[in-house]
Structure formats: structure tokens, C-alpha cells
């Protein structure tokens, strides 16, 4: 701990000090601000040791204005990385480049090429690492209890609508807001490109397909249907082979031009259930062909239209699909399990 230092002076003057700031020579106006920073501390009733010190040090080493502020963010945020701390530590310049630096850095270290090379993971390892690193709604409640980590989800997912949104580009970049909000879709919309996949993995369309599905990660899946999933296994005396508890099989639609992801797939048995939640699927007997579903930005019409067409990617496939809504499984759960089950085991 070094010794009580009673003005600016001693400070500057301290071995300790220039050895901390590199020997940095500094003008009488420049002193004038360390002057205001060293005052404003002692009149907080802090003194310049240990941590605050350092943060003293640090701070007078780069950037000379506004330190006050800063300081006082530093002790309330300076084991946090972003931007905010970076600019506080290095000033506004020095701070945003160091901090586009360490995103930059974090990038490369996330890539898959730098994984498999490093650790020699194959791509399957690499989709499991992010798929564990992945915010759902089911982990929020685990970690928080269900009533604030459903509200930790909300905040989340109303945060990702809005950094994916035009306004926000157009408010962080400036001018060039709309070619980067452009640039960031279009490659976003590359990941779930079955050409692209293949090119990137040099692949052919088969695991292209088998990679998009172990990728997938839904995020949410209602009680009603992870419990339809455990009567079928627990009355077929096996376990299903793609579910949402795995991964969901995915088949191209060529007339949609994107993956479809199902329910519940057994390849061998060429079999697919799709367990419709009442609500997102827009049950005919609840909702009119115009009501407007708030999440998904769809019309009920325009969700069935949806529908059929994924339900047409698997059957020209030659798989056998049965739907099951969730209000005919809440109803009478013991008649829908049977029958399914006999449609099962129907070769």
C-alpha cells in the first residue's frame, strides 16, 4: 500500500506513479485536470490505493478529459467488457478502437476454422459448443426462477428484435446504417443456405441438411408438447429418433426455399408428427384466416399457407406426416397417444 499522498504534486513526482504511466511528461493544463480528477476522489472520501489507485494511474496514462465520470464508471463497471469501459479506460478514439480490436479478436477466436484448428473439433463439436453458449428461454428459468427469468427472456428477445432492426444500424453507424443493416442480412441469411453450407464444408446436400439440423436450436417448446413426446416414447418403449429433446430432422423445401424443420422424424420408419401449439399454428376452430399473429408477423392464412407447404416438402419426400393439435392432446391425451401409436407401428 503506498504511503498517504497529500497533494498532486507527490503524486505526479512518485516513483510509482511514472512508473505506472510510463514516464509521461505532462503540461501545466494537463496537470490542472489530473488536479480536478485527484480532488474530486478525495472529496468522495476515497483514497489512492490498491484498485483506485491503478484506475487513477491508468486513466491519467491515456486520456485527459472527462475524468471525473469516468473514474466514477470504472469503479461501478471496470471488470466488464465493453465498449462504455473501454472508452472510459483509453477515452473516446483510443476506446473504440480498442474495442472493435477486441471484438475482432473474439470473432476469430469463435470461427470454426480456428476451433478445428486449435482444439480439432469437427463441425458437429463446433455446432454443440455454440448451441451450450445459446440464450433460451428454458435456460433463463432454470438459472432465475420462472418468473424472472421469463421476464430475462422477454428483455432479451425484445433487445435482438430491435439490434436486428434499421433504426438501430442507421443509429449506430450513421450513414452507412442502411448498407450495413443490408450486408448484416444478407450474410445472417447465408447460415441457413443449404449452397452455401455445402461450398463452405464441401459437403454434399444430404449433410448439408443433416448439419442444418443438428444447428438448429428453437429456443422454446411448449410443456404440452415435450410431454406428448415423453407418452409416445414411454408407450413405444424407445426413444424417438429426431425431436426437439435431440435434433429436429430438416428437409428443403424448394417451393418455400428454406430448410423445414419437424417435430418429431423417424427416417427408417419414414414418419413425421408435427404437434401444432394451438396459438403459433393458429388452430382453424380458434382463429378466422385474417387474424394477424402478433409474433410471427403472419396472417393465420398466411401461417397455414406455411404449413401446407412444409407438410409438401415431406410428403413428396415420401414421408407419412400426421398433425396433432395441442387443444385434441389437452383434451383427451390417452385416445390421441393410442392413436398415434397404432399409426406408429403401422409398416
Not at 414418419?271 to 387474424?291: A, Q, T, V
Amino acid at each position: 500500500m503506498p504511503k498517504k499522498i497529500d497533494n498532486i504534486t507527490d503524486v505526479i513526482n512518485s516513483a510509482r506513479f511514472r512508473a505506472a504511466t510510463n514516464q509521461r511528461s505532462y503540461s501545466q493544463s494537463e496537470i490542472e485536470k489530473i488536479q480536478r480528477l485527484y480532488d474530486y476522489i478525495i472529496s468522495n472520501r476515497l483514497s489512492l490505493t490498491n484498485g483506485y489507485y491503478n484506475t487513477f494511474c491508468h486513466l491519467v496514462s491515456h486520456d485527459l478529459d472527462d475524468l471525473a465520470n469516468r473514474f466514477d464508471f470504472l469503479r461501478q463497471n471496470n471488470t466488464r467488457r465493453t465498449k462504455e469501459t473501454y472508452m472510459a479506460r483509453y477515452g473516446n478514439e483510443i476506446g473504440l478502437e480498442k474495442w472493435e480490436s477486441y471484438r475482432e479478436k473474439q470473432r476469430v477466436k469463435n470461427l470454426y476454422e480456428t476451433k478445428k484448428e486449435k482444439y480439432g473439433w469437427s463441425v458437429e463439436e463446433f455446432n454443440e459448443f455454440n448451441r451450450s453458449r445459446a440464450v433460451t428461454q428454458e435456460k433463463c428459468i432454470a438459472r432465475h426462477g420462472e418468473q424472472v427469468g421469463l421476464q430475462i427472456w422477454e428483455n432479451y428477445i425484445e433487445k435482438q428484435r430491435y439490434t436486428n432492426t434499421l433504426d438501430y444500424f442507421e443509429k449506430k453507424y450513421g450513414l452507412d446504417g442502411y448498407q450495413k443493416w443490408i450486408n448484416y442480412n444478407q450474410e445472417k441469411g447465408k447460415s441457413s443456405n443449404i449452397d452455401w453450407i455445402m461450398s463452405k464444408y464441401s459437403v454434399d446436400k444430404t449433410t448439408a441438411l443433416e448439419l442444418l439440423s443438428k444447428r438448429n436450436n428453437r429456443g422454446y417448446t411448449s410443456k404440452a408438447e415435450l410431454t406428448f413426446i415423453e407418452y409416445i416414447e414411454s408407450s413405444l418403449g424407445a426413444s424417438l429418433q429426431y425431436t426437439v429433446k435431440t435434433n429436429q430432422f430438416c428437409i428443403w423445401s424448394d417451393v418455400l426455399q428454406s430448410p423445414c424443420f419437424y417435430d418429431i422424424t423417424d427416417s427408417q420408419r419414414m414418419k413425421i408428427i408435427e404437434f401444432n401449439g394451438d396459438y403459433w399454428h393458429c388452430n382453424p376452430l380458434m382463429y378466422d384466416s385474417s387474424f394477424y399473429h402478433p409474433h410471427l408477423k403472419m396472417t393465420a392464412n398466411d401461417i397455414w399457407a406455411y404449413d401446407y407447404d412444409k407438410i409438401k416438402a415431406a410428403t413428396t419426400r415420401g414421408f407419412s406426416l400426421k398433425i396433432i393439435w395441442e387443444a385434441d392432446f389437452i383434451k383427451d391425451a390417452n385416445t390421441v397417444i393410442k392413436e398415434v401409436v397404432k399409426w406408429w407401428n403401422i409398416t
